[in-house]
């Protein structure tokens, strides 16, 4: 079946610009997670999402950064007003089992803020 | 103390070679952990769970020993394309749905 998946790709903006990225998940997954990824740095938790439960938003560096997940399934990270720091790999994963836990990734969006 | 750590390596050996790697945790009170491979300029992808009570997925094997907090991965039969980046991860205690991430241990499988 098909995997995660995510757009765009690649994101080059300017600094000062607002972007979103986007995730869809396997479906039928309940819980959906983004994180990020500096370039030779471990994975940095941003956000999850389980159901209709409130999302946990206890990694979200600062009040730029928000997300939202629509139906329980796409979910889309938006920054505001970038700055270089944002740059980095957003990856989102998915899981189907919140008790067990295992995460499926997608191939993740490269955000270059200039 | 990190809450994961793992031995950046690199780890280098031949193929066919048995390369085993450890990782300990910081919290007594965790209960999932996993092995993932990240793959240069890749995402994550999962490896195995680790259970308490060990696991083995062909040439890959992994045991928990919650005494001492650490898990461990045993490679055995080294192929050129184990060669990856080896994440440790354990669920934050008390929110099983939070993962901590280690750094990784780098494996290069030569020739």
């Known amino acids: 079946g098909a995997g995660v998946s995510q757009s765009p790709s690649n994101k080059v903006t300017e600094k000062g610009k607002d972007v979103e990225l986007r995730c869809d998940p396997i479906?039928?997954?309940?819980?959906l997670y983004w994180y990020r990824q500096s370039l030779g740095q471990g994975l940095e938790f941003l956000i999850y999402?389980?159901?209709?439960?409130?999302?946990?938003k206890s990694g979200l560096p600062s009040d730029r950064f928000s997300a939202e997940r629509t139906g329980g399934s796409v979910s889309t990270l938006t920054i505001q007003r970038t700055q270089q720091e944002d740059s980095a790999v957003y990856l989102c994963?998915?899981?189907?089992?919140?008790?067990?836990?295992?995460?499926?990734f997608g191939p993740g969006t490269r955000l270059t803020v200039l | 103390r990190k809450e994961v750590e793992q031995d950046p390596g690199p780890f280098n050996v031949p193929e066919g070679a048995t390369v085993a790697f450890n990782c300990t945790y910081s919290?007594?009170?965790?209960?999932?952990f996993f092995w993932y491979r990240q793959d240069c300029r890749k995402e994550p992808k999962l490896l195995m769970s680790?259970?308490?009570?060990?696991n083995e997925d062909g040439r890959f094997t992994a045991q928990l020993n919650r005494a001492s907090q650490y898990i461990s991965l045993l490679i055995r039969d080294s192929k050129l394309s184990d060669s990856a980046t080896y994440l440790c991860?354990?669920?934050?205690?008390?929110?099983?749905?939070?993962?901590?991430w280690g750094l990784g241990t780098s494996l290069a499988v030569n020739p």
């Open positions: 994963a998915s899981s189907l089992d919140p008790t067990r836990n295992e995460q499926f």
């Open positions: 999402f389980q159901g209709n439960s409130a999302p946990d």
């Open positions: 991860v354990v669920n934050s205690a008390g929110n099983n749905r939070k993962l901590i």
């Open positions: 479906s039928g997954h309940t819980a």
């Open positions: 919290n007594s009170a965790s209960q999932s």
């Open positions: 680790v259970y308490s009570s060990g």
